[in-house]
Nanobody, 119 residues
């Protein structure tokens, strides 16, 4: 199991930057995939970015070139640096972890943090 606690959300103007952090209760190297999802009002939750235990990153097309996911293993933390923010980036951002369990994955979620980008 793993517990996830997000921090760093807030209000920012378009073009600005925010950095989200997700503190995990275990080493991020021991987590098969850890990353960020977001959900805007009336929309489905969508993957923003993820990083595997082997360091392979994956980004949604809408954030490529603007967002960077990274791990700080000394602090068991994953961060999402968000640059050139747009109003359409407004959403609740959730930290997500997937742990392999046999042929399936157990999934874990943080409580979410609000990001609001004003135009």
């Amino acid at each position: 199991q793993v517990q996830l606690v997000e921090s760093g959300g807030g209000l920012v103007q378009a073009g600005g930057s925010l950095r989200l952090s997700c503190a995990a209760s275990r080493s991020t190297f021991s987590i098969d995939v850890i990353g960020w999802y977001r959900q805007a009002p009336g929309e489905q939750r969508e993957l923003v970015a993820s990083i595997s235990s082997g360091g392979i990153t994956n980004y949604a097309d809408s954030v490529k070139g603007r967002f960077i996911i990274s791990r700080d293993n000394t602090k068991d933390k994953v961060s999402l640096q968000m640059n050139k923010l747009k109003p359409e980036d407004t959403a609740v951002y959730y930290c997500h972890a997937a742990l392999r369990c046999g042929s399936d994955y157990d999934e874990y979620w943080g409580q979410g943090t609000q990001v609001t980008v004003s135009s």
